[in-house]
């Protein structure tokens, strides 16, 4: 059974950081291509950052570049998001979600919330 939990969400500051992490349980971790979305209040999910199965590869969306950083340990089975110079919207409901190789299923972990102050 894949299981994805999120955690390190919680309150910082205009200009300050967060660490989210994602272990994955159930699942060959290697094998899975891992991503963060988010959802803020009243709008719809989008995405944020992508990494390929070995790290190699990461892809980001424009609103975050250069203040976020995604990366992953396989051998934790962990996926990392380094928020940096965060700001008020970068408030949101953040995903940890993976799709292993050769599938088109996506699986998700329930989110944890990141609130950003002025």
């Known amino acids: 059974q894949v299981q994805l939990v999120e955690s390190g969400g919680g309150l910082a500051q205009t200009g300050g950081s967060l660490r989210l992490s994602c272990v994955a349980s159930?699942?060959?971790?290697?094998?899975?291509?891992m991503a963060w979305f988010r959802q803020a209040p009243g709008k719809e999910g989008e995405f944020v950052a992508t990494i390929s199965l070995i790290g190699a590869n990461t892809s980001y969306a424009d609103s975050v570049k250069g203040r976020f950083t995604i990366s992953r340990d396989n051998a934790k089975n962990t996926l990392y998001l380094q928020m940096n110079t965060l700001k008020p919207e970068d408030t949101a409901v953040y995903y940890c979600?993976?799709?292993?190789?050769?599938?088109?299923?996506?699986?998700w972990g329930q989110g944890t919330q990141v609130t950003v102050s002025d």
């Open positions: 979600t993976g799709v292993p190789f050769g599938s088109s299923q996506r699986f």
């Open positions: 159930g699942v060959t971790f290697s094998r899975y291509s």
